[in-house]
């Protein structure tokens, strides 16, 4: 069952509103501070609907990233293997070039 961005967000708020209060309430247990408390927990519910927003345009951007790029390829298929093929064979050069020089320096040392 696949979430939705607005159930990962709400998800995620409420982890931290949960925290929060926790928190509070270990604070308020350990030195009773009942302003302070409520204070802390509405600056921080303030923080985690801001972190809720952010993260929901982070989601909603990455979605439309990924369907740009399903666009893209269904458009230009070929394209999108030459490019794919061609990133493949350039970080297979770069890892195999490291390679080498592994085998090149343990030869040399006698290892």
């Given at each position: 069952?696949?979430?939705t ?6 998800d995620?708020?409420a982890a ?5 209060v926790?928190?509070c ?7 009773p501070?009942?302003v302070?408390?409520?204070d802390t ?12 927003r952010k993260m ?7 979605d ?10 269904k ?17 297979g050069?770069?890892?195999g ?9 343990a030869?040399?040392r006698g290892?």
């Open positions: 069952m696949e979430t961005i607005d159930e990962r967000a709400r995620a708020a931290v509103r949960d925290a929060a926790a928190a309430r270990r604070v308020a247990a350990a030195a501070l009942p302070l408390c409520e927990v509405e600056n921080l519910t303030d923080l985690a609907d801001r972190a809720t929901r345009r982070g989601f909603e951007a990455v439309e990233r990924r369907l740009e790029a399903a666009h893209c390829i458009r230009h298929p070929f394209t999108a293997v030459g490019v794919t093929l061609a990133f493949g064979l350039a970080i050069t770069v890892i070039g490291f390679q080498m020089k592994r085998r090149f320096i030869l040399h290892d």
